[in-house]
């Protein structure tokens, strides 16, 4: 029952992607994210994030325009 953060795949490359992190360690990734979000958010900002990974901002071929964050995202419309 410990507050934190799962940093997957899906976090690290759309964390890179919003520019919010350039690690690739999940440990750094995780305690930064930690520090820029709201510790009530952690659980279910890390469960839509991984959802949103899955079905929109897939590795190799990203829905941008089916994105919800493209607006936010510098990455977005690049792939």
Same mark, same amino acid.
């Given at each position: @029952?410990?507050?934190?953060? /799962?940093?997957? *795949? =899906? +976090? &690290?490359?759309?964390?890179?992607?919003?520019?919010?992190?350039?690690?690739?360690?999940?440990?750094?990734?995780?305690?930064?994210?930690?520090?820029?979000? @709201?510790?009530?958010?952690? /659980?279910?900002? *890390? =469960? +839509? &994030?991984?959802?949103?990974?899955?079905?929109?901002?897939?590795?190799?071929?990203?829905?941008?325009?089916?994105?919800?964050?493209?607006?936010?995202?510098?990455?977005?419309?690049?792939?």
């Amino acid at each position: @029952n410990i507050p934190s953060m /799962v940093i997957d *795949t =899906h +976090m &690290i490359r759309i964390m890179n992607l919003l520019d919010l992190t350039t690690s690739k360690d999940p440990k750094k990734i995780e305690i930064q994210l930690m520090e820029i979000f @709201n510790k009530k958010y952690w /659980v279910n900002l *890390t =469960h +839509m &994030i991984i959802d949103h990974g899955r079905a929109v901002c897939i590795a190799r071929r990203p829905q941008c325009d089916k994105c919800i964050l493209s607006d936010l995202c510098p990455s977005a419309f690049n792939n």
